[in-house]
């Protein structure tokens, strides 16, 4: 990473431009999959997807809507590149912690071609940074798909009750088991630790649950390691959605509003089953 002092730029001459009034917008995003070191940046009109994958068991995608920002600049359909994750945040949250109602700094993005380093310059008070962090070529990095037409239960929840099921869970456990089936107890998260078995049930009638669709029981079981990281994105959520398909492949979504309210944004943990856990 390097920083200079140069404080105007001329947009035409970059593959890539962005703006946005909320810096924090963009970095508490970023902290909802920062659970490994080099992400895959996607960019397209639409706006950013962030990816970071662990051992082809579980990928974390953080999607940026482009209105989120107040500009947004793409001269060709897509622009792809790796980036260490951990010098990008430490470079949006330069000046230190935000509030929610404190100052935050704004943000301009700059990315001259994909082998370019990506540049952001922040201001905040009257003072600013400009960062150049370089960038790899994005590589052979696996996409794990989730198509709706594979998806064979659905149950979308405000994230609170969630929220409070995580806390009660042992998670000393080595795996969440997760059982959905259309009759009672339709939705069951099981942990099997020192605290002995816990189990935790949702009515699909509950006022916390806007939608329950199952059209097989099943019984998974997923790492704890796994799962564990997209904790973070659910204590920012207002809802989560979990699917799962016919392997058991699970897909957990949480949406995540910015701090005007005015923005919606997601992230998505797509985890596969563990096998011999659920032999075991």
Known sequence: MEQSSQTTRNRDNYLFFAAVDNARNISQMLKTVNFKEMALVVITPNGFKVSVTDSKCIQ???FIQADLFSEFHLKEESLSFQINLNVLLDCL????????????????????????????????GGVVTDCRINTLDPGDNPDFEFPPES????????????KDAWNDLDF????????????????RLSTHGLAGTIKID?????????????SVSQVNRYKVSLLKPS????????KFSLRTDANGFLSL???ITSDDKNHACFVEYICTPDEDLFAS
């Open 172 to 187: 000393t456990s080595e795996s969440l088991e997760i059982s959905i089936s259309p009759d009672k107890p339709f939705l």
């Open 202 to 214: 949702f009515s699909k009638d509950a006022d916390i649950m806007e939608c329950f669709n199952c």
């Open 253 to 255: 979504q949480y949406l």
């Open 93 to 124: 949250t330069i000046f230190g912690p935000s509030t929610t109602s404190g100052p935050h700094p704004t943000l301009n993005m700059f990315c001259e071609s994909p082998a370019s380093p990506l540049i952001l310059m922040l201001v905040e």
């Open 151 to 162: 998806v064979v239960n659905k149950v979308i929840m405000k994230s609170e009750a969630l």
């Open 60 to 62: 974390a995608a953080a």
């Open 231 to 238: 904790y973070r994105a659910l204590t920012q959520s207002d």
